[in-house]
């Protein structure tokens, strides 16, 4: 079974710039989450949904992030207007159940904002 | 609050010595899952192993072992004779069991290079 799948890999982009970043989730996982990895922050949380609905957006920065989850198999992480300081790898990762299931992450988009 | 704690931001170890990575953390919950995350050179955090609170069992997986002590707040990851496909970031992380927060704290990451 494929696992969770990201897109795109990389993205280079100018400041300014609309960003979206792709996530298909594990086939029967009901719960998504957004990831962000920096040297300086580590790993943070940004949002996740449990069934297509956002349960915690606590993590997200800042009205410039949002993200959807249309329905069971895709879910979006945009960023308007992209900064600098955005250049991060965003991961997707994606769990079975409600329980603190173990969960699977994708690749990674790794996002470079000049 | 959680908080998970790596104390060793890099560790360097010759192949085939066997390695101990440390993992301490912080939580308010009386239940609640303890895991660890692997990141090689390629990028991608792999799934190794989850325990949960109350079963305090230490666990062996081929060559990697983990040694839960609630006592201490302490899930500490070994690996015995190291090779060098072991060379990566390792992460612990914990989350509740209970409650609305489903999310994941990650403690900073521990870098392991194996030296051939």
């Known amino acids: 079974d494929a696992g969770v799948i990201q897109s795109p890999r990389h993205e280079v982009t100018e400041m300014g710039q609309e960003v979206t970043l792709r996530c298909k989730p594990i086939?029967?996982?009901?719960?998504l989450f957004w990831y962000r990895q920096t040297m300086m922050r580590g790993l943070e949380l940004l949002i996740y949904?449990?069934?297509?609905?956002?349960?915690?957006d606590s993590g997200m920065p800042e009205d410039r992030f949002s993200a959807k989850m249309p329905n069971a198999s895709f879910s979006t992480l945009k960023i308007q207007p992209s900064e600098p300081r955005d250049s991060a790898v965003y991961f997707c990762?994606?769990?079975?159940?409600?329980?603190?299931?173990?969960?699977?992450f994708g690749p990674g988009t790794r996002l470079t904002v000049t | 609050a959680q908080k998970v704690t790596q104390a060793q931001t890099e560790i360097s170890v010759v192949e085939k010595e066997d390695v101990t990575l440390d993992c301490v953390y912080e939580?308010?919950?009386?239940?609640?899952?303890l895991f660890w995350y692997k990141q090689p050179p390629s990028g991608e955090l792999v799934f190794l192993i989850r325990?949960?609170?109350?079963?305090?069992q230490n666990e062996i997986s081929g060559r990697y072992s983990w040694n839960f002590q609630k006592s201490t707040s302490s899930f500490n990851f070994t690996i015995t004779a190291s090779q060098v496909v072991d060379s990566a970031v390792y992460f612990c992380?914990?989350?509740?069991?209970?409650?609305?927060?489903?999310?994941?704290?990650f403690g900073s990451g521990t870098q392991l290079t194996v030296l051939p």
């Open positions: 325990r949960n609170s109350f079963d305090e």
């Open positions: 990762a994606s769990s079975l159940g409600q329980s603190s299931y173990e969960q699977y």
């Open positions: 992380a914990l989350s509740p069991i209970s409650g609305s927060a489903r999310q994941l704290t």
């Open positions: 949904f449990n069934n297509n609905v956002p349960i915690d």
């Open positions: 086939s029967g996982h009901n719960s």
């Open positions: 939580t308010r919950d009386t239940t609640y899952y």
